[in-house]
C-alpha cells in the first residue's frame, strides 16, 4: 500500500511562491497518477494538479494553470507542486493522493476519480495574505 506524505504549505504573500512536496512510501509504479488536491475553508474539496507517472502528462485546473507547475522525482518517489504567483484564493488544506489506472484514463479522468478518495491524511496547510 502506497502512503503519502504532503510537505510544504506556509504563509507566505500574494504574488509569491511556495513548492509542495508529495512524497511516497511503498510501491510506486507506471500505473499510479499521483494528485493534488485542496479544500479552502467552507468549501467543497478540488483538484488542483495531476501527474502520470507512466508518461509525465499532466493536469491542471484551470484556476491554477500557468501558475502552478507538477513535477516527479522518480528516484526520491516525491512529486513536487511548484505554487507561483499565489493569491489569496489559493488558500486552502492541499493534500496529495494517488491511484493506480488503466491506460485507458486520462490524467483528468484519474483527478475525477481520485476526488472520491476518503482517507486524505493530513495535509499541508498554505495561507497566502498579506
Known amino acids: 500500500e502506497v502512503q503519502l506524505q504532503a510537505s510544504g504549505g506556509g504563509l507566505v504573500q500574494p504574488g509569491g511562491s511556495l513548492r509542495l512536496s508529495c512524497a511516497a512510501s511503498?510501491?510506486?509504479?507506471?500505473?499510479?497518477?499521483i494528485g493534488w488536491f485542496r479544500q479552502a475553508p467552507g468549501k467543497e474539496r478540488e483538484g488542483v494538479s495531476g501527474?502520470?507517472?507512466?508518461?509525465?502528462?499532466?493536469y491542471y485546473a484551470d484556476s491554477v494553470r500557468g501558475r502552478f507547475t507538477i513535477s516527479a522525482d522518480y528516484a526520491k518517489n516525491t512529486v513536487y507542486l511548484q505554487m507561483n504567483s499565489l493569491r489569496p484564493e489559493d488558500t486552502a488544506v492541499y493534500y496529495c493522493t494517488a491511484d493506480r489506472f488503466s491506460s485507458l484514463f486520462t490524467t483528468a479522468e484519474a483527478m475525477r476519480v481520485m476526488l472520491a478518495h476518503k482517507d486524505w491524511g493530513e495535509g499541508t496547510l498554505v495561507t497566502v495574505s498579506s
Open positions: 511503498g510501491y510506486i509504479d507506471n500505473d499510479h497518477i
Open positions: 501527474f502520470s507517472m507512466s508518461d509525465g502528462k499532466t
